[in-house]
C-alpha cells in the first residue's frame, strides 16, 4: 500500500505510549479524516447513512433553522464574516444563512482542510444566490490557521466576525485548548456559534452504535496510508481514557519505510484513529464561559444535541 506522508509524519511526530503490555499509536486527528478522496468519500457516505442524518445531522440543521433569528439578535452585528470552521460541504452554512434576516450582510469565510469539500461548500452557497451573501472568501486550511485568519478578514466593511463550529467538531479535540485558541483572536461583539451533541444519562454508552462499518469504510483509509492492507489491520472501537476512541489492531509485525523515516509496528500494537469527547449540558456551558462573557445553551428537545453561542 501507497504511504501517505501527511499520516506517516503525523505518527512518527506523535510516536508511541505503552499500556501494559500493548503499544498505542495515537493519530487521532480529525485534520487527517478528510486529507485525500478516499477519506471524504467515506464522510460523505455516512452523511447520507439515515441513523446518522436523523440522530446528528437533521437535528442541528432543525435548530440552526429554528433558531436563526435568535442567533442573529444575539450576534448583534448585520455586517459580518461569517467562518464556518470545518466547513464540509456548506450544507449547514447554507441553512443557516437561508433563515437570517433580510437585513444581513456577510461575507461567508468557509475553511477546511479538503479542497474538494471547500469547493462544495462554495459552490452550494453561491448556488443559492442570496442578497445576503456579498462575498465568499475560502481557505483551504486547518483550525490551527484560525489566528491568522481572524484578523485577516476583519475590514472597515466587515468588522465583527461570526464563528461556525458545528458538527461535533469540539468533541474532537482537548476542548479547553480548542476554545482558547479559536477566542484569543477574536474581539468584543465576536461570536461563536458550536453545534455538538451532550450526555443527559451515564456519560459512555450505546457503544454498539459507533460499530456501524460505515466507520470503518472511512477510517480504514488512514491506517491504508500508513501503508496497511485491510487484512493486515482489525477494527475496534471502545471506551477508554475519557473518550471514545476507534482504534485498529495490527496483526502483522512490519517494518515501514518513508522518506527516510522507518517505523517498526509489532502484532499487537493499537493505532487510535479517531476520538469524541462525551460532555453533559453544564460542563459544555462552563468550558463556553470560561472564554466568553456571554452564553446561551439551546438543546433540540427531541435529541441530545445542543447550540450553544458564545459572545466576546
Known sequence: MPVNTVIFNELVKRGYSVQGKKRSWDVANAKLW?????????YLNLTTYPPYRKNFIDLELGLLKKRAKLIAGFC???TFNLIDLGCGDGSKAAAFIKQLP???????CPVD?????????????RSMHSNKVFAIKPFLTGFSEMGEIAPMLRNSEYQSNVVLLLGGTIAQYDINDFLYQISK????????????GYRTGKRFVHLEKYKDPLFHKWFVHIVKGLGFSEKEVQVGTRFAHGRLEGYYTVLVDKKMTHK???VYFR??????????????????????KLYFKDVQFLPEKKGEYC?????K
Open 34 to 42: 478528510y486529507l485525500t478522496p478516499e477519506l471524504v468519500k467515506g
Open 76 to 78: 448583534g452585528a448585520t
Open 102 to 108: 433580510a437585513n444581513v450582510r456577510m461575507r461567508y
Open 113 to 125: 482542510v479538503s479542497k474538494t469539500l471547500l469547493d462544495m461548500a462554495v459552490k452550494r452557497v
Open 185 to 196: 483572536d477574536m474581539l468584543p461583539g465576536d461570536s461563536l456559534i458550536i453545534g455538538n
Open 260 to 262: 527516510g523515516k522507518t
Open 267 to 288: 502484532k499487537g500494537d493499537e493505532i487510535i484513529v479517531a476520538i469524541q469527547y462525551k460532555f453533559y449540558s453544564s460542563e459544555l456551558q462552563n468550558f463556553c
Open 307 to 311: 447550540l450553544l453561542l458564545g459572545k
